[in-house]
């Protein structure tokens, strides 16, 4: 593989990696700080492209990423309801959702499947037109991308810093201690599932842009890549702040997209990347538990070097 292939390759693993960085801090939001396991991912993420999409046609590229993050905010905000108002379990509404989410989405794009905007005015077009001529033309892709990421970035970190921040990181470490303080853990359950959705849409509406089709699917698979790349995070940096553990997802998901690209390299069959995504994610939730049981899996298959050594004294 030459320099020029490799160079390419993390470009375009880069470039990937965080605009779908954005679904992982969203699920960091979810998962990590409030303890709800959002399923509705995959849904919220082609609802995001759609939308997007549908205004960017029209002709608003800019408008496209707020309507984008208002219809995630909408979709967090009903699996919030089915959650706090109705008794449905996390997980199931999460996938009732998401099964509710196929149809709308259907709805949004006009009834069509697919969506080509290769004539489209997006916010890739308007930032390769803005940097025309200069130095940095050809890597329009990745300045919106590290933008994007970068606002969501500090806009997490000083939101989970504020009073209603502190709140849902309580709610999700202890709901009663929460009730007792006089916060009710479902109105802060609501605000973080509409905040974590908000940034799963807008990961949607930026990747359909960047390759200028929207697909009802997507989307699918996207909860696997999420929750993949927040473990291969949380397993490279470890424990840490709030800022550390952010980036970490972020380095996760250009980690996860690395490998991804790598199998396409190597002309790994399309219908074979499923089981290496599997295989990523029984990886990083693995790798802590076996780096804590190696000493004793060294004991138990091998002679322990203290023995040893105490066995020649």
């Known amino acids: 593989m030459s320099l020029s292939a490799i160079l390419s390759l993390g470009q375009t693993s880069l470039e990937l990696g965080l605009i779908c960085s954005l679904t992982v801090l969203s699920l960091f939001l979810s998962y990590s700080m409030l303890n709800v396991c959002d399923l509705s991912t995959d849904g919220c993420f082609t609802l995001g492209a759609a939308v997007g999409a549908v205004v960017a046609i029209a002709g608003y590229p800019y408008l496209s990423l707020f309507a984008a993050m208002g219809a995630g905010i909408v979709s967090g905000f009903v699996t919030a309801l089915l959650q706090t108002r109705m008794g449905v379990d996390s997980l199931l509404a999460g996938i009732i959702v998401n099964t509710g989410l196929y149809s709308v989405n259907i709805a949004v794009m006009g009834g069509a499947s697919l969506l080509n905007m290769n004539k489209t005015v997006t916010v890739f077009t308007k930032v390769k037109d803005l940097i025309k001529g200069t130095a940095l033309s050809g890597q329009y892709k990745l300045i919106v991308a590290v933008v994007a990421v970068a606002i969501i970035y500090v806009f997490l970190n000083l939101f989970l810093r504020t009073r209603l921040g502190l709140a849902i990181r309580a709610t999700g470490n202890n709901p009663d201690m929460v009730r007792s303080s006089s916060i009710d853990p479902r109105f802060t359950t609501t605000v973080g599932l509409c905040v974590s959705n908000s940034f799963t849409a807008l990961s949607g509406c930026l990747l359909a842009q960047a390759q200028k089709s929207v697909s009802i699917d997507i989307g699918q698979g996207m909860v696997t890549v999420a929750l993949a790349s ?20 972020i380095l996760g998901a250009f980690l996860f997209r690395l490998v991804y690209a790598i199998a396409l390299r190597f002309r790994m069959p399309a219908y074979m990347l499923k089981l290496v995504s599997a295989l990523i994610v029984i990886i990083a939730i693995s790798a802590p538990y076996l780096k804590r049981r190696l000493p004793e899996l060294r004991r138990r298959f091998g002679r322990d070097p203290r023995e040893g050594g105490q066995a020649d004294a």
């Open 230 to 249: 927040l473990l291969i995070g949380g397993t490279v940096l470890g424990r840490g702040g709030i800022p550390k553990r952010a980036f970490g997802v």
